[in-house]
């Protein structure tokens, strides 16, 4: 008896898809000037903290799908002997910009993201990625027929463009095992990519959807991350993956919050609470429109999760979460317009049950 072929691993992203990021950051329009804005914001944040103090938030939604490619982009610039003309600026402070509370904060970015102590005395108070609570709990399991493949996840991809070439960094993580492996799955990369595994923490919405799951894991194959999953609740979650092996020295988080989000009226560097687990929150696309996430994705061709093509335009849990009905389509396939359609982005979260949520 033959026995059965295992689940076809997710390739690793090509050179020629991050390359287009970095070129279309030279762009001046405003897609391409935001593009720029918040690979110079990332960029000032690794040079500053150190790229193995840097972790991503990544829960395999439209904006932090976002995020982890204009990540992927800056890292591939910074460990690649690119031409200079294509390598993130660093941020930078204009002389007469104000400051903000966050601290040292000006024009939108720190002068030295260094110099922003990560607790501050007092601030309003805000949850630092999701507002998620309770105790900490083992992550829901995958289904057994879970397939990685990149080709489960129907968001536009370029098939035609060469693979990394002479990757130089291993995909085999170093970290030590969580201090409660019962409430906490590890999920490093198992391909090599030509920069280090990227620090990776996903926490999930009680009762996740399935696919959005396999996505978020297809991802982090496929990105080279080093990917820390957690059940809620957000604090204590949080808590462990920064006394972990995976977690321990992240100063930083980067954080897919977008102005309009639940918790979004934040700047773009902002210390957690004293209260929570101590680091700085970084927001690059805090300023970006549901319409230049759309067209960040679709134009550059980045796989998201298939939910979106459903009907979704905001993710949350199988709970709270239905299609917008502003999309509803008896004449489409499946009977829902794709989440790019939406016009009215006041809208986006009409599909979530809980409007904090």
């Known amino acids: 008896m033959t ?6 691993s997710t390739p690793p992203i090509r050179t020629a898809e991050l390359l287009r990021v970095l070129q279309r950051a030279k762009q001046q329009d405003d897609l391409g000037v935001k593009i720029a804005s918040a690979m110079a914001l990332i960029q000032s944040v690794l040079d500053d903290l150190g790229e193995s103090a840097v972790a991503i938030s990544f829960n395999g939604g439209k904006d932090c799908t976002v995020l982890l490619h204009l990540l992927a982009a800056v890292l591939l610039a910074r460990h690649s002997n690119l031409p200079a003309d294509l390598a993130p600026s660093t941020a930078s402070a204009a002389p007469d910009a104000p400051s903000t509370p966050a601290g040292n904060v000006v024009n939108g970015h720190a002068a030295s993201v260094s110099s922003i102590p990560l607790s501050p005395p007092s601030r309003q108070s805000h949850d630092p990625i999701d507002p998620i609570e309770g105790p900490t709990t083992a992550p829901p399991p995958l289904p057994s027929s879970t397939n990685l493949s990149s080709s489960n996840f129907p968001g536009p991809s370029s098939s035609n463009s060469a693979p990394f070439e002479n990757p130089t960094y291993s995909s085999t993580s170093t970290s030590a095992a969580p201090p409660h492996p019962s409430s906490a ?29 396999a996505f978020v894991l297809a991802s982090a194959e496929r990105y080279g991350m080093d990917l820390w999953r957690f059940g809620g609740g957000m604090k204590a979650a949080l808590e462990e993956y920064l006394g972990c092996g995976g977690g321990k020295g992240v100063k930083g988080v980067l954080v897919g919050t977008r102005r309009g989000d639940p918790n979004g009226e934040v700047p773009e560097l902002a210390p957690t609470d004293p209260s929570w ?8 696309i805090l300023s970006w429109s549901y319409a230049d996430i759309w067209t960040f994705l679709r134009e550059l061709d980045v796989e998201w999760c298939h939910l979106y093509d459903e009907g979704y335009t905001s993710l949350g849990s199988t709970i709270n979460t239905v299609p917008n009905p502003l999309l509803r389509n008896p004449s489409a396939p499946g009977g829902w317009d794709p989440a790019w359609k939406l016009l009215d982005e006041s809208q986006e979260r009409a599909g979530r049950l809980d409007s904090s949520s």
């Open 3 to 8: 026995a059965p072929e295992p689940p076809v």
């Open 277 to 284: 687990p101590s680091f700085l929150r970084v927001h690059p």
């Open 185 to 213: 799955t590890h999920h490093p990369p198992h391909t090599p990519h030509p920069y280090p595994p990227i620090k990776s923490v996903y926490i999930t919405a009680p009762n996740p959807f399935p696919s959005l799951d």
